[in-house]
């Protein structure tokens, strides 16, 4: 058996634990995926193997191998041997097992951060405010609150690179991992949205049911995001991703590790205990960089739904103000609208310091009257003046009356640009 190197010499290619391995004097290819490591560093894959050659064409051999044992390369290469006697599977295996090993232990390359870098040209924002670039984002909210209207919303924009409702959107591929309905019912949902904007044509949004969690499935998940160029993943929802008990930090985690390992940039969809605070352990919240909290208001057979998205977490930007949006629904169509919250009954939802700007926008009003509207102690309100004062929000007017105002007024245009900051 010629066991020349250069009969032997092989390509590698491929990341993210999804391998390709060709041998191209011997005409044989092979596929390596589903990689595990367990505790002990024993490290599983699936190998599957094919030949262009004119003694064993098509597929050789497919199967799960310990690539760190070299009892189990041995039984797959007497395998392959049946197949085909010419090749020395032995070695074939050698170098499929060590070459993915090393790629997949080597993991990352270090990169120098030199501190240099021309942040201001840098793309921050794949939605802006909601999705920041190759980073989680966290949705959550009672169950029937329009989350999974609004996350599809989301989908329909970032597919079609459109900028809408205040929100600056960047075009993407989009993948839509579903755990709550079907393809029938996001199907009919992305047709109304889309009649809603007026858009013509198809979308390329692509969906996956999912029926386990993300870390037990991230292997095909991996490889959808590789062959279809996805920039965008929404999970519908988180709960059901953990595929775990919520309250564990362990099963959260990985499921974010699984979720990281993808690269993209991503939208969470969540539902809150019956305390009505996220659900589960609070390393969703840790590991999410954007967090808003979804509620609602719906009058009985009414064809309308309010709800404000209220902003509880940021990294790396500023809280946004808090954003109100209408959904229309009419037979085959829906259509958004965005709204100001504080034009809404969704007011009281507001941080205090927003609710006290809503009320200063009529016009100048004492302490002790704010107190008595919002129904807070004074102590309470004149701590948030007194703050806002110092920010340069509010100001005291000068003319002995105690009276508080907003120190700048804004028309209902320059109101409506501020949406965005």
Known sequence: MNRDDGMYSFELSGRDGIYTIEWPNLHVQARVDRIRESHDHDVKGEVSLTSSRPTSAGHLRQGRILLTSPASRKTMAKALEERDSEVD??????????????????????????????VAAQAK??????????????????????????????????????????????PSTVLYLDWETDQAEIGSRITMIRRGLGLEGVSHIWYKAMHQGLDSDIETIRTIVVNRGITFVILDSLGSACMGEPESAEVVLRMFGAL????????????????????????????SRQIFEIKK?????????????????????????????????????VAFERKDV??????????????????LRRGPVTATDL??????????????????????????????????ANRVWKSEEEEAQSWRL
């Open 297 to 333: 208001h719906q009058e009985p057979d009414d064809d309308k739904l309010v709800f404000g998205l209220f902003h509880r977490k940021a990294n790396n930007s500023k809280v946004v103000r808090d954003m109100g949006f209408e959904l229309n629904f009419s037979p085959g169509r």
């Open 89 to 118: 599977w032995d070695q074939v295996m050698e170098q499929l097992c060590v070459a993915v090993l090393q790629h997949y232990r080597a993991g990352s390359a270090e990169v120098q951060v030199t501190g240099d870098m021309d």
């Open 342 to 359: 504080r034009d809404t009954s969704l007011e009281e939802h507001m941080r205090l310091a927003d609710r006290i700007e809503s009320l």
């Open 371 to 404: 107190a008595e509207t919002l129904e807070k102690s004074e102590t309470h309100i004149r701590k948030e003046l007194s703050e806002g004062t110092r920010r340069g929000k509010f100001i005291r007017l000068e003319d002995g009356s105690h009276r508080y």
């Open 260 to 287: 990281r390992s993808l690269g993209v940039s991503s939208l969470c969809v969540d539902h809150t205990n019956k305390e009505g605070h996220l659900f589960g352990s609070v390393y969703k919240f840790n590991a």
């Open 125 to 170: 924002w794949l939605i802006e405010p909601i999705v920041q670039l190759h980073n989680p984002s966290l949705l959550f909210g009672p169950g029937s609150t329009g989350k999974s209207w609004f996350a599809q919303y989301m989908a329909v924009l970032a597919d079609h690179g459109m900028s809408a409702s205040g929100l600056g959107v960047e």
